[in-house]
């Protein structure tokens, strides 16, 4: 089966691609949001713009589209993104990188119902998935959103982290955010090598200004 992949850059949209390929899908295209509006409600954020170095990287063509991050659009925006995957590259399904989102995985679902497509959310319900994503790939803290993460932590290898009690050990609760920089199935890795950060009240993000894409 051709698939497409919801793609945000993060660890869980990354990790679905090696299951998706690891039960014989051929994934055929990554699709990527670019929303107008930071705390969306369905899509991912920080880093965005990097998806497409992702991409390259991995050698996955990648569909992005923007939308105003707006409830009563965002839906609309993924169905147009679906159909063109679906057009462009003969896809019969997305696979989500959901995992406890109700709202997320709902959505995903209603849009690709829409548009004739099989839904899958291989890792849905299951934290312990983190521990093999850690394992398998190259992954920094993109942006925190919750006491009592500070502003060091941006940046960071996410397996250097140790994170406190009080914040779930996936971020599910929305108190961080992830990148990745390879992982086994890339053929090349993505080096950073200068980035800011923006931070207030526990809340930040980071901002890359040079990076590389290196052979591994």
Same mark, same amino acid.
């Given at each position: 089966?051709?698939?497409?992949?919801?793609?945000? #850059?993060?660890?869980?949209?990354?990790?679905?691609?090696?299951?998706?390929?690891?039960?014989?899908?051929?994934?055929?295209?990554?699709?990527?949001?670019?929303?107008? *509006?930071?705390?969306?409600?369905?899509?991912?954020?920080?880093?965005?713009?990097?998806?497409?170095?992702?991409?390259?990287?991995?050698?996955?063509?990648?569909?992005?589209?923007?939308?105003?991050?707006?409830?009563?659009?965002?839906?609309?925006?993924?169905?147009?993104?679906?159909?063109?995957?679906?057009?462009?590259?003969?896809?019969?399904?997305?696979?989500? #990188?959901?995992?406890?989102?109700?709202?997320?995985?709902?959505?995903?679902?209603?849009?690709?119902?829409?548009?004739?497509? +099989?839904?899958? *959310?291989?890792? +849905?319900?299951?934290?312990?998935?983190?521990?093999?994503?850690?394992?398998?790939?190259?992954?920094?803290?993109?942006?925190?959103?919750?006491?009592?993460?500070?502003?060091?932590?941006? #940046?960071?290898?996410?397996?250097?982290?140790?994170?406190?009690?009080?914040? *779930?050990?996936?971020?599910?609760?929305?108190?961080?955010?992830?990148?990745?920089?390879?992982?086994?199935?890339?053929?090349?890795?993505?080096?950073?090598?200068?980035?800011?950060?923006?931070?207030? *009240?526990?809340?930040?993000?980071?901002?890359?200004?040079?990076?590389?894409?290196?052979?591994?």
């Amino acid at each position: 089966m051709r698939v497409a992949v919801a793609f945000s #850059g993060g660890k869980d949209s990354t990790y679905v691609i090696k299951v998706a390929k690891d039960l014989g899908y051929d994934v055929a295209c990554l699709i990527t949001a670019v929303s107008e *509006n930071r705390y969306s409600y369905l899509f991912h954020t920080p880093l965005i713009s990097m998806t497409k170095v992702q991409a390259d990287a991995m050698e996955i063509p990648l569909i992005t589209f923007r939308t105003k991050g707006e409830k009563e659009s965002e839906l609309a925006d993924l169905k147009t993104a679906l159909k063109r995957a679906k057009d462009e590259f003969g896809v019969q399904g997305l696979v989500t #990188g959901a995992m406890r989102s109700t709202y997320q995985a709902t959505n995903f679902e209603k849009a690709c119902d829409n548009v004739g497509l +099989w839904c899958f *959310n291989p890792i +849905w319900l299951n934290d312990d998935v983190v521990e093999d994503e850690m394992k398998e790939m190259d992954i920094i803290i993109a942006a925190v959103a919750g006491y009592p993460l500070k502003e060091d932590v941006l #940046g960071m290898r996410l397996k250097d982290v140790s994170l406190p009690k009080e914040i *779930n050990k996936v971020g599910e609760g929305g108190e961080f955010e992830t990148f990745v920089l390879d992982a086994p199935f890339f053929k090349k890795r993505i080096v950073i090598d200068e980035f800011d950060r923006e931070y207030k *009240n526990y809340s930040g993000r980071i901002i890359v200004k040079k990076f590389r894409i290196v052979e591994k």
